[in-house]
Structures are given as structure tokens and as C-alpha cells.
């Protein structure tokens, strides 16, 4: 089915090419994928092109790592016989220095009519998918002179209105972060540990008003989607508030807080939505599994991440303030989410509450800013699910915490090398559980081209 929909897709290309305008030009009310789209983030309200046809603009994203990390445990030996062999099933997998799988990513941008825009980006080589996958796509309208309303043209001078299946916007964080090949907007080469990240299917609008930014969002609350389980199924609602302004020549501040519930889901992704997979390959990751099956960077894609397992209720909130000062940028995410999982057939009894807090502190210097260091601190914390046969035993309060210093420069707008030096620990995990006196460490080097 994939295979078919790419080369549907090839031959839409084909034919749309004979009709439209094939460009590499930005268009407007978008976001550039390059050095240019730093520390933005809303698309600007800006019409910065006039509207004479449709325009296909081809974009895409390649990454490439180079991994020297190493990892340790002091877990319990939990034994299992398999074939002939006895295996721990804690015993981590052993890991060298070497070159991770190239990330590539394909971006469409098709301005449909003016002010009105189409967004399509596929995965073409993750760690999770090496095969071709389409991440998501949406229609975001900011002029609707279709209509003819004096008065909608009106409201649509600070209105931006996004339909499909897209990344929802609670936070800034995902501003930042890496999306499988497109990494030029992170200073680092991983993401946060609690990574607030997932494709939703629904419906968002944006108000922005002299610096005043207000976004509200209603989603299906699900990663695919359905029509299952109707009783297990309620709405996303998602909000922020905030405030950007460009101060004087120097100073920029940006500060904004942000909602996410939902009262009910088969399976929420809000902290599970990545399926490109992480940047630390196999870090804490098992050498064996108790079903026999082989583990491989596929597999086991979340490595160096946790997600709090909260797939049925939760409430999330998160404040990020962000400041800029000539060269020095400081960015924090001080976020708390509660809720709930499943355990097989029957919900969670009791809600539980995980925290993060990750502050960046990045310094931009030289010609245009083209090179610069940072560092990160970032903690989480909370209580993990209870066991489906004592759902009433609460289990261990873990904490998480990991430190990134490096550095990157970019050659050109589109080209970005950078490294860094990692560092996480896990604390609290019970001694049956690989991840008890978890620790890796290392560094990683990475280069990316965004256009």
C-alpha cells in the first residue's frame, strides 16, 4: 500500500507539473525549513508573495549521525531459558561507535489559491520506518477572499485556520526539535526525554495580534484515528496562550502556556507520537526479550526517551518562556501532565502525575551568527503504571535527568554540522527493571541539510 501511494504520488507530481508552477522559492505564510525558520514559531502572518498560480514548492530534510555513546545497568539478572541458551533479559545490548541509519525526509508545499496552502511531508528513511511514510498533511487558509466577506477579510488579517492530519501545536517545543531528517532548528542532537510530539487528526485556529498569539484546536485525541470503541473515544482540546514581541534591535521575549486534554482514548500518543524514532540508538535498550524476537533500532525506537503511558486521560499543561538577546537565547519548558492509562481491558484506577523541566541556554556567534554552543538540562519525574494484576499497588517514582553541552555551525543556510556530548541517568526503577542504575554517556555528531 505504501509502495502504491509513493508511486500514485510520483505520478500526481507528474501530472500536476504540467498545470503548475514547480519552485524552490519560499512561499508565503510559511515557516522556511532552513537557518532562516530559527526561533519561529506560528507562521508569520506575513504575505510576502503575490498569488499568481498554483506553485508546488519541493523540499526536503538528510541526517546523518555519527554515534559514540555507552551504556551501563546494575539491574537484577533476570534469566529465561531460550532454545538451548539461558539469556538475561537484562542485560543490555552491547553497542560501539558507528553510524546511524541516514534520515530523509520529503516536504510539499502547494499554494492552492492565494492565501490558502497545502503541506505534505513523508518520512523516507527513519529509524522506525526505513520504508517510505507520510507523517501527515494539512490546509492551512490565511486569506479567504472565496468568500467574498468584506468582513471575513477582515478577520482573516490576523486569522490562520489549519485542517488535516497534522502536529498539533501544544507548546513551543516542537518548534524546536528534531522531526526525523529535519533537525536545523535544534541546537542538540536529541530531543527532550518527554517528548510532546504526535499527529492528530481535527482542526486548529491561530489569532495573532500585535505580539498577542491565541490558539485553540479540537482533534480526533488519536494518532490514526477511528471508528472503533466509540465508548473509549472523546475529543483532543488543545489551548495557548502568549505573548511575542520584538522589544527593540536586541531584545526579544516570547512567553506562552499551553493545554492538552482529552477525557478518554484507545491509545493517546501525546508523549508516544514519534515515529521517526530517537536520535541515541539502542542506549538502555536489551540484548533479549522474554518473546524471543530479535531487537533491533526499529523495535526498540524510543531509546533514551520515556513516556509516561497516560494513552486514556490526560491533562498536560506547559509554560515556555523564551528570550533573546542579541546572540544568547535561553528556553525553558517547565510542563506537568496527569491522567491516566490502560491496563488490558480495564482503565487505571487512580490518575497519576509526571513533570519535566528543560531549559536551553544557546549562544549564536560570528558572521550571521553561523556558529554557536549550548547547553541543556533537562529532568523528569514521575510514578510508573501499575502492574494489570494489582492495579491498586502503586508503583516506583522514577526521576530522569540528562545534560547536553555542544555546538554546531552552519556552513550554509541549509547545511548544519553539530555535535554534542550527552550524558542521562535513570533513578528510582525498581531492581528487576533493566533501566535500574540506568546511566549512558558519550557523544554524538551530526550532520543536516534542510531546504
Known amino acids: 500500500m505504501k509502495k502504491f501511494t509513493l508511486s500514485l504520488g510520483l505520478m500526481l507530481g507528474l501530472s500536476l507539473s504540467s498545470f503548475a508552477q514547480i519552485t524552490l522559492s519560499d512561499l508565503p505564510y510559511a515557516r522556511p525549513y532552513d537557518k532562516r525558520g530559527l526561533n519561529t514559531f506560528e507562521t508569520p502572518k506575513q504575505d510576502t508573495a503575490a498569488f499568481d498560480g498554483i506553485k508546488v514548492r519541493l ?4 541526517a546523518q549521525q555519527f554515534q559514540g555513546l555507552k551504556h551501563k545497568n546494575s539491574a537484577t539478572a533476570l534469566m529465561q531459558q531460550q532454545g538451548n541458551n539461558e539469556v538475561n533479559l537484562n542485560q543490555l545490548m552491547p553497542i560501539e561507535n558507528g553510524f546511524n541509519l ?32 507520510v507523517k501527515g498533511g494539512y490546509i492551512q487558509v490565511d486569506k479567504a477572499e472565496f468568500l467574498n466577506s468584506p468582513l471575513v477579510d477582515k478577520l482573516m488579517e490576523n486569522l490562520t485556520l489549519k485542517v488535516g492530519h497534522m502536529e498539533i501545536n501544544y507548546g513551543d517545543a516542537h518548534f524546536r526539535r528534531t522531526d526525523n531528517a529535519h533537525a536545523l532548528h535544534n541546537p542538540f542532537v536529541g530531543n527532550y526525554i518527554m517528548d510532546a510530539f504526535t499527529t492528530e487528526i481535527g482542526a486548529e ?29 472523546k ?16 531584545l526579544r521575549v516570547r512567553l506562552t502556556g499551553s493545554v492538552y486534554t482529552t477525557a478518554g482514548s484507545v491509545r493517546n500518543t501525546l508523549y508516544g507520537g514519534d515515529r521517526a524514532g530517537s536520535r541515541y540508538y539502542l542506549v538502555m535498550d536489551p540484548a533479549r526479550i522474554a518473546s524471543g524476537v530479535a531487537v533491533t533500532t526499529a523495535t526498540h525506537f524510543t ?31 517547565f510542563e506537568q501532565a496527569k491522567g491516566k492509562g490502560r491496563l488490558g481491558a480495564a482503565d487505571e484506577p487512580k490518575d497519576r502525575t509526571w513533570t519535566q523541566v528543560g531549559t536551553d541556554v544557546v549562544y549564536r556567534f560570528g558572521s550571521n551568527e553561523n556558529l554557536y554552543v549550548a547547553g541543556r538540562y533537562n529532568t523528569v519525574e514521575g510514578r510508573l503504571a501499575p502492574l494489570a494484576a494489582t492495579p491498586d499497588v502503586l508503583n516506583n517514582k522514577v526521576n530522569l535527568n540528562r545534560i547536553q553541552v555542544g555546538g554546531g555551525w552552519f556552513v550554509t543556510k541549509n547545511i548544519l554540522a553539530k555535535a554534542e556530548y550527552v550524558k542521562q541517568q535513570y533513578k528510582g526503577f525498581a531492581p ?15 550532520g543536516a541539510i534542510s531546504f
Not at 59 to 62: D, H, M, R, T, V
Not at 235 to 250: A, M, V
Not at 303 to 332: D, Q, W
Request: hydrophobic residues 35%; proline residues 4%; glycine residues 14%.
Open 59 to 62: 523540499g526536503g530534510g538528510f
Open 102 to 133: 541516514a534520515a530523509a525526509n520529503l516536504n510539499l508545499d502547494v499554494a492552492l489559491a492565494d492565501g490558502i496552502r497545502l503541506n505534505l511531508i513523508t518520512y523516507l528513511s527513519s529509524r522506525h520506518h526505513p520504508e517510505a511514510w
Open 205 to 233: 485556529v491561530i489569532y495573532q495580534n500585535n505580539g498577542f498569539l491565541a490558539v485553540g484546536s479540537v482533534t480526533g485525541g488519536e494518532i490514526q484515528g477511528g471508528i472503533q470503541n466509540p465508548d473509549q473515544r
Open 235 to 250: 475529543p483532543s482540546f488543545i489551548g495557548k496562550l502568549g505573548y511575542d514581541s520584538q522589544l527593540n534591535e536586541d
Open 303 to 333: 531509546s533514551g526517551h520515556i513516556n509516561p503511558g497516560l494513552t486514556n486521560s490526560i491533562t498536560a499543561m506547559v509554560i515556555n518562556p523564551f528570550v533573546k538577546y542579541r546572540g544568547l537565547e535561553l528556553f525553558g519548558n
Open 432 to 446: 528487576t527493571d533493566i533501566r535500574h542504575g540506568g546511566e549512558f554517556e558519550g557523544f554524538m555528531i551530526e
